[in-house]
């Protein structure tokens, strides 16, 4: 299931008050816990997130012998978990992030908090839903096997990476759109994990690695500092994509003069202009890059045309928008 389908779910649940939770299993790198806020954020809702492997028995309570020493007591963090009489807000999503590196007494007391919703007599409030993450055993991330009274009482949803998805969301969160257009043009690349490889490219290390490196390393160094981030084979491909970047037709000239400028053959070549022509695209000068962009192939049109969407929905409102998706687009969208 691709990300905005487990955000959907997500808001889904928390809108009925489905008490039953998610647990959402994928290789590490993909974003889980990203999407579990995006779609708090979405709701307007609070969220917290609680990192299970690093919890110990006594941050879900700690035990207070009473007066009499007959009796046993637990004090439950108001600031960590949501309950009944704590200052956090009424609705939101509890996050319990990698659930199965938790250990046994771990995984014991969570149970009882996703079952009962309550820790150590202290009840969760109701407007808050539960949801879970985690790596397959097969990642060799740290994960086990969940007990299975635990597993029973979830329900498991595998994230598979989308490069649409994805694609939408860098756009929006300016990833350098030299990555972005790399990773249209070889979307296979956008997780390849190999639980036995020395590194792999995931969503995670594109971003947080290279996406940040890409201009503040010279070209000749690009090669050995990417491939420690994303493995040799796609740090090698990379590099020659942005080749191929840096060398494209001037956009300024495509802007001034877009029936004229030539377009392209070289697919490469293709993939990189769309997403330097849609870095480039304003609401003043939409309708000239449209002109140009539908002189490319069709499917690059239609490329464009999303990335240019996921930066600004509004242009979906121009007239050049309009007049291409009621003619040439809707051969191709149909």
């Not at 647990?23 to 995006?38: D, E, F, R």
């Not at 990192?51 to 009499?68: I, K, R, T, W």
Request: charged share 25%.
């Amino acid at each position: 299931m691709k990300a905005s389908e487990i955000i959907a779910q997500i808001k889904l649940r928390a809108a009925a008050q489905v008490k039953r939770p998610l647990h959402i299993v994928g290789s590490p790198g993909l974003g889980k816990t990203q999407i579990v806020a995006q779609a708090a954020r979405d709701l307007g809702i609070d969220f917290r997130a609680l990192h299970a492997p690093l919890m110990q028995p006594e941050d879900y309570g700690f035990p207070v012998v009473s007066a009499d020493k007959a009796d046993v007591n637990f004090i439950v963090s108001k600031g960590k978990f949501p309950i009944e009489g704590s200052a956090c807000a009424d609705k939101g999503i509890l996050l319990i992030d990698e659930l199965p590196q938790a250990d046994t007494s771990g995984q014991k007391i969570l149970a009882n908090l996703i079952q009962e919703r309550e820790i150590h007599g202290q009840r969760l409030k109701a407007g808050w839903l539960i949801v879970s993450t985690g790596n397959k055993a097969t990642d060799r991330a740290g994960a086990s096997r969940l007990l299975s009274h635990l597993n029973d009482r979830l329900t498991v949803i595998n994230f598979d990476a989308s490069i649409q998805d994805w694609s939408a969301w860098a756009m929006a969160h300016n990833v350098p759109t030299e990555l972005v257009s790399f990773l249209n043009f070889r979307p296979d690349l956008l997780n390849n994990f190999d639980a036995n490889a020395d590194k792999n490219a995931t969503p995670r290390s594109w971003v947080e690695g290279i996406g940040v490196m890409i201009g503040q390393v010279s070209a000749e160094a690009e090669y050995e500092i990417f491939k420690g981030d994303v493995g040799e084979g796609p740090a090698a491909e990379f590099c020659k994509f942005l080749r191929i970047f840096r060398t494209l037709p001037d956009v300024n000239l495509i802007l001034l003069d877009p029936d004229k400028q030539a377009v392209p053959t070289d697919v490469a070549t293709l993939f990189a202009l769309c997403g330097a022509l849609a870095h480039k695209t304003s609401a003043d000068n939409f309708s000239r890059v449209m002109s140009y962009v539908k002189r490319m192939p069709p499917e690059f049109t239609v490329l464009y045309v999303k990335q240019v969407m996921s930066r600004d929905k509004k242009l979906a409102e121009s007239k050049a928008f309009i007049t291409w998706a009621s003619t040439d687009g809707a051969k191709i969208l149909i």
